[in-house]
Every structure is written in structure tokens, then in C-alpha cells.
């Protein structure tokens, strides 16, 4: 039990570093830079990003092969919202699953339900605003 909370205490570290990184770049986005401006700044956001990373594995003697395979190939937007879609909605599914008693069968005739909402409207019910929301 101690080694999963340890594990899940360094990869909410991971998260936290990824989290931040994207919330610098919707600033970012959003400062109405011009797009010059806003290329240098996001390249400066991911290297900082990559750097902090590799520092969190040296603090905490791991490596995490899907990581080392985006440091690598250099990380950018696509790899941040992937971790973002997954995280962000993981507790809302939790809660749905727990408004259904943990029944599995009625939990996926939910999920069926919320399917043929609009994503915005699912969106609203299951997910977080932060990656590491919980």
C-alpha cells in the first residue's frame, strides 16, 4: 500500500508540473501577443516544463517511460491536453459511478445517457478545470 500512495504521490507531482504548464500557456494564448511572441513564449513554457520533469525524476530516483518518450520528442499542446482529458474527468466518473451505488450496470447506462449529451453539456457534468483536480 505505501509503494501505490508513493506512486500516486509522484505522479500527481507529474501532473502539478503539467497542469501549471498549461495553465501559463492559456495565458499565453490569451495575452493577444502577436504570434511570434507567442511561438518563443510557448517554446520557453515546454523547455521549462522538460527541464522541471527531469528534475522531478532525478528528486525522485523514477522514470516514467511514456515521459521519457515525450521529453525526447519534444513535448508540445497535443501531449498536455491528453493528460488534461484524461485527469480532468476521472473524478467525475468516480462520482457518477458512485451516484450509482457502484453498480457497474448502471453506471454504464449513465455514461450511454451522458453520450448523447453535447460535449459541452458532459463536459460540465464529469470534468474538472485542473489536471490534477480531483
Known sequence: ???YRDSEAQAQQYLALLSDARARLALLYGSGAPV??????????LEALARDMRALEVRQHARYPVYDE??????????????????DCVPGFKRLLAANDNDLERFYEAVRALAQQPRAERHAQLCTSAVAGG
Do not use: C, D, F, S
Open 1 to 3: 500500500m505505501r509503494r
Open 70 to 87: 515525450w521529453l525526447a520528442g519534444g513535448l508540445n499542446n497535443a501531449m498536455l491536453a491528453a493528460v488534461a482529458t484524461y485527469y
Open 36 to 45: 511570434e511572441e507567442q511561438r518563443a513564449g510557448k517554446a520557453r513554457i
